[in-house]
């Protein structure tokens, strides 16, 4: 038998969500107002996708056919679903009676008036990224079940912060947190949309507990497409003084970002678009003022990248229009303004939004542009592109530096690192996974770290009986705050093994090695001792105590002390046809700087998918509303995602400049190769056009480059 439920159903559907809290420790924050969300819509929906009635079910197609009989009467209200003119006064109000400007974030640094009065010349562009979703292949999906003997509720979750969703979900139901467990088993992709509290993360283990019955809810594709938090679409309106040599004087910014119907991250976007818009340049006066705007669609959160592809964008693009407005060649109007290495650690004048200056903490990002156009063969495609054009081939080159701030501003991660008696390791962690590689990348740094063998390193995560608490998966964090905590307790735990494997071997403990599961002294590889025999031993030795207690475990907690900064170049060669407006890379170049690489092949992978995601906007990955807010974009006929015959050849070379702000020496390497690629194809596109295209859209299907084309007067209609 089918049910169904609505707002005022259940006592715990009254309470909103919890959305983000107004940002305290951000220092650009003028502004930041909350619009909260019900669980279920009560009177008024504000998006299409919105949930109104939960419908219950013995099994799926039941529950779909229960589904097809709830009939709902709307009446329409205008629809907002421009964040610019949602701005103005006239503009209807997404939420009566409150303003659509729900964030406001300022940064100034020195004179930028007096720059641009004192400029050769101004180059303006605006820029503009469209909205779009992050298409992960797997959608979201909950399972809930509640024991009334113990008073505890189980959720399996395809979510990236299972502790505060146990946090949440204990909140709603009374129940003490321990009460309630979150397993979040291997997602398939998370990338930032499936971090937040949705609807049927409340609604699954409320009814769950109501029903008394075990409930499962699993999203279908459309769902994903019209509820899941959406992502970018921000408008820039750019400035950039600079002298007839090219060197860059002042940038001046106006960012409006549409947020959606409520209220989830609303200036997280706009500040970290501030702090990567001056990217690897030196900016002596820089303005930038962001304002994060509600719309009547989808809500919206960090999508990987989050603020930084839209900072490459704008920059990017503007340093092409300067190029181009003094004869100069792009390569050489990024060297002329680079940092260089020499003034590292490099201050921006930048504040992150934990509060503390930013300090760009090593690399070369000259040595990047050049190996960059090295690898591209930068030189050799320009000699040709004049001949090739003569023949009737329109070649464009491309450029876009780019910086990325990883490691978080939360607090740091949890692990533990324990040694069984029979000499097998677990490695506990407090992020779950979505393809980071983290039962390998953990296993290999605790081995590093505590000298056991690798084949007996079982790392375990996504879980929250696991560690005390976990921060969550997202920001490139992960590796910087997990893999140090992890290296931490992994020392920790040898420490003790030393001390007890030096009264076995009749040593000091300074003259214990351990590796590959054995210990020895010093010098005698040969006469060594399992590490399972020293686990053993350690259960019951009392000269443990002042280092923790008996047994080889230890549990610690990392902090990094600020976000670190990745740094790379990407470079683009394309051809364009002007009689189609098609665009086709023939050569794609990729210099990166993470720091130390914990596993290169997972770097690479890291590294490509970033790539094609970027690429999934250029080859038409947009979100699109008409003008009554009806999604028009809801399968995947109309949102089109790369295809494996979709990614071009790519040259990748990694540069390796460890950082010193943490024991790993690790850089975030998550969202970095996100952001460049529709800066750099949309800067070829322009370059085989002598730069006359206007290109304000990084979405480049031959339909929106032959209009670029025909309204330059390339093309005929």
Known sequence: MSRVFLADDLPGLAEPLPAARADRTNPYVRLDTPRSQLPLARGEVRYVGEPIAAVIGPDPYQAADAAELVRIEYEPWPAVVDAEAAMTAA???????????????????????RAFAAADVVVEDHPSHG????????????????????????????????????SVVAARLGLPAESVRVIAPDTGGGFGPKEGIYPEDVLVPLLAHHL??????????????????QARQQAHHARLAATHAGRVLGLDVRIVKDVGAYHYFSVHEPTNTINHLPSQYKVPAFRAEGFAVVTNKTPSAPYRGA??????????????????KLGLDPAEVRARNQIAPAEMPYRPGLVYRDGVPVSYDGGDYPLEL????????????????????????????????????????????????????????????????SGQGHETVFAQVCAEYLGAAFDDIRVRGGDTTLVPYGYGTGASRVAVNTGNAVAVAAADVKVKACR??????????????????????????????????????????????????????ATKFYSPPTVTWSSGVHAAVVEVDVETGRVVILRYAIVHDCGRQLHPVIVDGQIVGGFAQGLGVVLGEHVVHDDHGQLLTNTLMDYPIPRADDMPPLVMEHLQFATDHNPLGVRGVGEGATGPPTAAIANAVADAFEGRLDITSPVLTPHRVYTLLRDAGFALD
């Open 500 to 553: 007890v494997a030096s009264r076995l071997l009749e040593c000091a403990p300074d003259d214990v090695r351990i590796e590959d599961g054995r210990a020895f002294v010093v010098g005698t590889p040969g006469r060594a001792i399992p590490l399972a025999q020293v686990a053993r031993v350690a259960l019951s030795d009392r000269g443990l105590v002042e280092l923790g207690g008996p047994g080889l475990w």
């Open 91 to 113: 503009s209807p109000a997404v939420h009566e009676g409150a303003s659509n400007v729900v964030g406001h974030v300022v940064k100034v640094i020195g004179d930028v008036d």
């Open 370 to 433: 050049s190996r960059a156009l090295d690898l591209l063969d930068y030189a050799g495609w320009r000699k040709r592109q004049a001949d090739l054009r003569a023949d009737g081939r329109r070649i464009g080159l491309g450029i876009a530096g780019y910086l990325e701030a990883g490691g978080s501003v939360r607090p740091g991660e949890w692990a533990t690192v324990k040694v069984d008696d029979r000499g097998h390791v677990e490695v506990l962690i407090g992020v779950s996974g």
């Open 131 to 166: 909205r779009v979703t992050s298409m992960a292949i797997e959608t979201r999906g909950l399972c809930a079940a509640f024991d009334p003997v113990t008073g505890s509720m189980t959720v399996w979750a395809a979510h990236q912060a299972p502790y505060h969703l146990r």
């Open 307 to 324: 603020g930084r592809p839209e900072a490459i964008l704008v920059v990017e693009r503007l340093l092409d229009r300067l190029a181009a």
């Open 212 to 229: 008394g019955r075990p409930v499962k809810w699993i999203q279908t594709r459309t769902e994903f497409l019209s509820s899941s938090h």
